[in-house]
């Protein structure tokens, strides 16, 4: 099973330089089986791969009903949507397809 470090906090995970970093929103992976963020964790999961785990977003998805900013997601990012993999290499992959797609190559 992956290893993973959380942080209540965007930009508080210490990101090893080896893994890559999933930034998420506070549904984590225990909402819907279907929501972004849980599948995506689940499909690192599955494949072994580790990676370090920053929860990025409190509240609704709305913008005007969120709780806080998501200017440290844009800055670690430069997007504010979730679920967004950051690679050690600095290269950022934004929505859960492209992650699920970068997962299958991996393998």
């Known amino acids: 099973m ?3 470090s959380s ?3 965007p930009g508080t995970a210490t990101p090893t330089t080896s893994k890559p970093t999933l930034y998420v929103c506070q549904g984590d992976d225990r909402g819907a089986p279907m929501h972004p963020c849980g599948r995506v964790q689940k499909a690192l999961r599955d494949a072994g791969i580790e990676y370090d785990k920053v929860i990025a977003a409190h509240g609704s998805p709305i913008p ?3 709780k806080g900013s998501r200017e440290d997601l844009r800055a670690a990012t430069g997007d504010t949507k ?3 993999l950051k690679l050690p290499d600095g290269t950022v992959l934004k ?3 492209a992650i699920l797609s970068w997962v299958k ?3």
């Open 7 to 9: 942080s209540e906090a």
């Open 105 to 107: 190559d991996q393998k």
């Open 95 to 97: 929505h859960s397809r």
């Open 2 to 4: 992956a290893e993973m």
């Open 82 to 84: 979730l679920p967004a």
């Open 64 to 66: 005007f009903l969120r």
